[in-house]
């Protein structure tokens, strides 16, 4: 029978002798990573970087008189986050909430903010062959404003939305702030 200790010396031993696999796509030039959502029929990616956590929806407090987007405010560790429902705010349509319904959460000068999004993927990776000139698909309403470009993969045209311009739109730093 083995002692403790030579468990804990097998253990040692392996986890040291354990190479990591390699990542899914390496940070090269040309390769790009998101975080893909969908909001309304569209499927979107925002930038790794322009998103710093994936939430679900805490309970809020309405803010009277705020903009009808502007869901509420909630404390996220002991951060006061303004709420906001990223598809009334871009289409004109509320946003059916659900259990389980995600947010994403993104810096803006000042602070916080979070976006509730329709539905979730995850991580994705992009590569410029992927790149395509279908971001036009992407224009309707205040929509077209926020995506310049599109990728293919997947099956889906994926719009790059992006989260840096947003949170730079005065309407929606003037309600968010």
């Known amino acids: 029978m083995t002692s403790i200790f030579g468990k804990l010396q097998d253990y040692q031993r392996r986890s040291i002798a354990h190479v990591a696999a390699a990542p899914e796509v390496s940070e090269e030039p040309g390769h790009w990573r998101a975080i893909a959502y969908r909001l309304g029929p569209y ?3 925002s930038a790794f970087e322009q998103v710093i956590e994936i939430t679900g929806v805490p309970p809020m ?15 996220s560790r002991g951060n006061l986050l303004p709420i906001v429902d990223f598809k009334l705010f871009i289409f004109g349509e509320r946003t059916l909430m659900h259990d389980g319904q995600r947010m994403l959460v993104v810096q ?12 979730l993927f995850g991580q994705r990776f992009f590569n410029d062959a992927q790149l395509v000139d279908e971001a036009q698909a992407f224009a309707e309403g205040r929509l077209g404003h926020f995506v310049s470009k599109a990728y293919s993969a997947l099956g889906k045209t994926w719009g790059v939305f992006d989260m840096d311009l947003l949170t730079r739109t005065p309407e929606f730093r003037q309600a968010a702030a």
Do not use: H, I, K
């Open 43 to 45: 499927p979107l990616v």
């Open 61 to 75: 407090t309405p803010v009277p008189r705020s903009e009808p987007w502007l869901l509420g405010v909630a404390n």
């Open 108 to 119: 803006q000068p000042g602070g916080m903010v979070a976006v509730v999004v329709d539905e």
